[in-house]
């Protein structure tokens, strides 16, 4: 089963045994009452505030303009999953469909986790997150303090 899956913030992760060393950025999504930490780069996290914020940047960043050509090319997103493990790495699709002669064809791109979150934001589509990913990697929703 699929859990809708909200955005509850941006952080960074600290080392433990040294508060003052700032790890990897990282996103936290909210699902089945539990928080589910992903770790990202620093571009993604800027393109992820950039849409949550909904503060456009100057120019488009590579998210804007996948959705930018995509829709020019008669596509749109549906959804975004994060559907499973492999080796502690997140994997996740993104489902969309596309329109041809009137006919309706339903596309699914593999992507990063990141990217399907940052995509998800600016269309405003649903992140869902399955089961066997929460049973594995969710953690009690107090355990971050996000911005």
């Known amino acids: ?9 941006l952080g960074v992760s600290v080392d433990e045994d040294d508060d003052s060393e700032e ?6 999504l909210h699902a089945r009452d539990e928080a589910l ?6 571009d993604q996290a800027k393109s992820i505030s950039h849409a949550l914020d ?3 940047f ?3 960043l590579t998210h804007d303009l996948f ?8 596509g749109a997103i549906d959804r975004v999953r994060i559907d499973d493990l492999a080796d502690s790495t997140f994997l996740a ?5 596309r329109y041809s002669d009137g006919e309706r064809t339903t596309v699914t791109f ?11 934001l600016r269309v405003d589509c649903p992140i869902l997150i399955g089961d066997e990913v929460l049973d594995e990697a969710g953690q009690p929703q107090d355990t971050f303090e996000v911005r």
């Open 1 to 9: 089963m699929a859990h809708k899956a909200t955005v509850h913030g």
């Open 23 to 28: 790890g990897p950025p990282v996103v936290v």
């Open 37 to 42: 930490p992903i770790f990202i780069s620093e």
């Open 54 to 56: 909904d503060e456009p």
């Open 58 to 60: 100057q120019r488009p």
């Open 67 to 74: 959705i930018e050509m995509l829709t020019e090319f008669g």
């Open 93 to 97: 699709k993104i489902d969309g469909e």
């Open 110 to 120: 593999d992507a990063r986790p990141s990217d399907a979150i940052a995509v998800a």
